[in-house]
């Protein structure tokens, strides 16, 4: 579980295929000698497992699924990439509850300067849309922000300068994909109430408990 607060932006130092899979090398400022080998670590927003450290950078494996539901096929050596460590016990939530379980790709489609601020509008992919409320939170490339409005499948968001200080996101041009994780909360309560969902609730069963 992450808090989508990225810890250090890394750099792809190498990938390669590994049977199926690719293996990613990373380098990051991390202080590695607390890092175990099986940990989970996100990389741009998707869980990941350490499966080898190097001097100044750690290995993981990207499977088929993931590199089919996120954008990491895309990294090449060169590329900057958010890092965020596993949340501890005791650690402060900062941002909002985040898996690392990306739900879908997005696609940037306008971007422009507002004072000191950055205006993106990104459409969400159908896995993601439902779950998108105004001033809700949603997690962009392992990055927690909140949604400023929302139409349909396509949202805005506010890059303050500290966020476009440590992170990648201003970088981003129109036709940028990136990786999306909706806020499980919104999950559960989808579910919760939604009469499709087997065991959800709906009017009459709230009638039925005392509601009215």
Not at 130 to 152: E, F, H, Q, R, W
Not at 188 to 201: C, E, H
């Amino acid at each position: 579980m992450f808090t989508g607060l990225v810890a250090d932006l890394g750099e792809v130092r190498a990938r390669k295929q590994a049977g199926e899979n690719w293996e990613l090398t990373l380098a990051t400022s991390f202080d590695l000698s607390t890092v175990e080998l099986g940990e989970s670590i996100a990389v741009d927003g998707a869980c990941l497992t350490v499966t080898r450290l190097e001097s100044g950078a750690f290995c993981v494996d990207a499977s088929p699924e993931t590199l089919q539901k996120t954008t990491l096929g895309d990294r090449r050596p060169g590329d900057r990439v958010h890092l965020e460590r596993a949340l501890r016990v005791g650690d402060r939530l900062g941002g909002h509850l985040v898996l690392g379980h990306v739900d879908g790709v997005g696609v940037v489609r306008s971007r422009r300067k507002d004072k000191n601020a950055w205006l993106f509008e990104v459409d969400a992919p159908p896995e993601v849309a439902p779950y998108l409320i105004d001033k809700g939170s949603v997690c962009v490339d392992g990055v927690s922000l909140t949604l400023n409005s929302v139409a349909g499948a396509r949202f805005s968001l506010a890059i303050i300068p500290f966020t476009s200080d440590k992170t990648k996101l201003t970088d981003y041009q129109v036709g940028q994909r990136v990786n999306l994780e909706a806020d499980v909360l919104g999950k559960y309560v989808r579910k919760f109430v939604d009469p499709q969902a087997t065991g959800g609730l709906d009017l009459a069963k709230l009638a039925r408990f005392g509601f009215q």
